[in-house]
């Protein structure tokens, strides 16, 4: 079995449901960059630098980002593995610091689809719920389907900020899935499809391991 696991993807590629779907399937722990940087305790001492930059609604710089993580896959926890998500979405992550994977897991999406899955995003006003109105079988629906509430789109999921995440996503994260594609350590899985099915199948890739 593989235990140092790293999720890849494109935004809208389903990554964060995976990683929830493995974290209990396989009881390892599933460390989310943003969600460590977000869970800093107070008294960490660079609690006020990384909280400053994400109030600007930027990223922390990344050497500062490299040393939380390196020191969060220290933890005893993560003694018999991890589930890893939101690192090496740029080569300068990895030169930065190199959490050793022993496998990654490419969760690859066609460019229309992940342009289809999020900008056809809806919330709800009301409760928050979600849906995606490419998705529904007649019309475009015009309130939530479980309590009429009014339907928004988020600001992040308009065409030009999606087609910009892509942009950075081909330009930054596939040289980097391409240098671990050299180490031979890829597995690409699509993300097209019913999101068990998926999960299912990248739960059995990591069991089979390297006799896979
Ligand atoms: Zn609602």
């Not at 590629?13 to 969600?35: M, N, W």
């Amino acid at each position: 079995m593989f235990k140092r696991i790293l999720l890849m993807g494109p935004p809208g590629s389903g990554k964060s449901t995976v990683g929830e779907y493995l974290t209990s399937a396989l009881h390892l722990p599933l460390i989310s960059v943003g969600k460590t940087l977000r869970n800093l305790p107070a008294d960490h001492v660079h609690k006020l630098t990384v909280e400053s930059f994400m109030d600007s609604g930027s990223l922390a710089p990344t050497n500062i980002v490299a040393g939380i993580l390196q020191e969060r896959l220290q933890q005893p926890d993560v003694a018999n593995g991890f589930i890893l998500d939101g690192w090496g979405r740029t080569r300068e992550n990895i030169a930065f610091y190199d959490p050793k994977v022993d496998v990654v897991i490419y969760i690859s999406l066609p460019e229309e689809e992940i342009i289809k899955r999020i900008t056809g995003r809806r919330i709800c006003e009301e409760n928050g719920h979600s849906c995606n109105i490419f998705e529904t079988s007649s019309e475009a629906p015009l309130s939530c389907s479980q309590c009429e509430g009014k339907l928004i789109q988020r600001d992040d999921d308009t065409l030009p900020v999606v087609q910009h995440r892509i942009d950075i996503f081909n330009k930054e994260t596939l040289p980097v899935i391409g240098d671990y594609l050299m180490l031979g350590l890829v597995h690409e899985v699509s993300g097209l499809g019913d999101p068990t099915t998926i999960a299912l199948s990248i739960l059995n890739i990591i069991k089979k391991g390297n006799n896979g």
